[in-house]
């Protein structure tokens, strides 16, 4: 099983989620055994990681860490943040820019989803991505 984690910095920017895009690249790249369809699979690991970390940082406090880890058949993106909030599914917001888009597709490419609150009080969100 490989894995990697990666700090995020503490400011929600476009540099800071362009860099957790490429750490996550990275990551795939380097994976002993690639994915059938490795491009394609590799895409989408990267939309959830952009959508989660952006959420994280968004609502979470301003700072999260990344957990990536290649199980069997099955990449798993991990995001620790420091908010009990859990995400939640709303009706898109299609002309105020507030959102509502990104956890409907999360949990749409997913196989899984899962919300875990931390002793910390804070939360992990993590999506199970077929490999």
């Known amino acids: 099983m490989d894995t990697m984690s990666v700090n995020v910095a503490t400011d929600l920017s476009m540099a800071c989620i362009a860099d957790t895009r490429r750490s996550a690249r990275e990551f795939l790249a380097g994976l002993v055994q690639p994915a ?3 491009a394609e699979t590799a895409d989408t690991v990267i939309l959830v990681v952009s959508e989660l970390v952006t959420n994280a940082l968004r609502h979470g406090g301003g700072i999260c860490s990344l957990n990536l880890t290649a199980h069997p058949d099955s990449i ?3 995001v620790h943040d420091r908010s009990p909030q859990a995400p939640r599914m709303r009706a898109p917001d299609l ?3 507030t959102g509502g888009f990104g956890w409907p597709m ?9 919300v875990t609150r931390r002793a ?4 992990t969100v993590s999506a ?3 490999r």
């Open 106 to 114: 999360v949990n749409h490419l997913a196989r899984a989803t899962s």
């Open 76 to 78: 798993e993106v991990a």
């Open 95 to 97: 002309h105020g820019g």
């Open 36 to 38: 059938a369809g490795a």
């Open 120 to 123: 910390d009080g804070g939360k």
């Open 128 to 130: 199970f991505l077929a």
